[in-house]
């Protein structure tokens, strides 16, 4: 067998698994139990995919909440900021005012 054979080989033995493919599988098996559900013995297949999900989804989850409460953070600084801006702005319109009288 000539190395180019044997490369060849070995690159088809060699697939990459890619997330696309992972997630075609984790949504197949979704739908068979949702159509089949205990029949097919997916039952506890379906939980260990849910718990997995769970575990996968839960760093996103916890971002989430931190960027939530940064956003309202921010939020609540720029409305005093605001606010203080146009209570300094009123108070010198009003006493320019009373200056021109």
Do not use: D, W
């Not at 197949?28 to 718990?51: D, M, Q």
């Not at 997995?52 to 909440?65: D, I, N």
């Not at 956003?71 to 605001?82: E, P, V």
Request: proline letters at 3%; one cysteine or more; a positive charge.
């Amino acid at each position: 067998m000539s190395s180019a054979q044997a490369a060849k080989q070995t690159r088809l033995r060699r697939l990459p698994l890619s997330p696309v493919v992972v997630v075609m599988l984790l949504l197949t098996a979704l739908c068979l139990h949702l159509v089949c559900g205990n029949n097919l013995g997916f039952s506890g297949l379906y939980r260990s995919i849910e718990n997995v999900l769970s575990e996968l989804s839960q760093p996103l989850r916890e971002m989430g909440t931190f960027i939530c409460c940064l956003l309202q953070n921010m939020n609540t600084r720029l409305n005093a900021f605001i606010s203080s801006l146009g209570e300094n702005a009123y108070r010198h319109l009003l006493s320019f005012l009373k200056a021109l009288h």
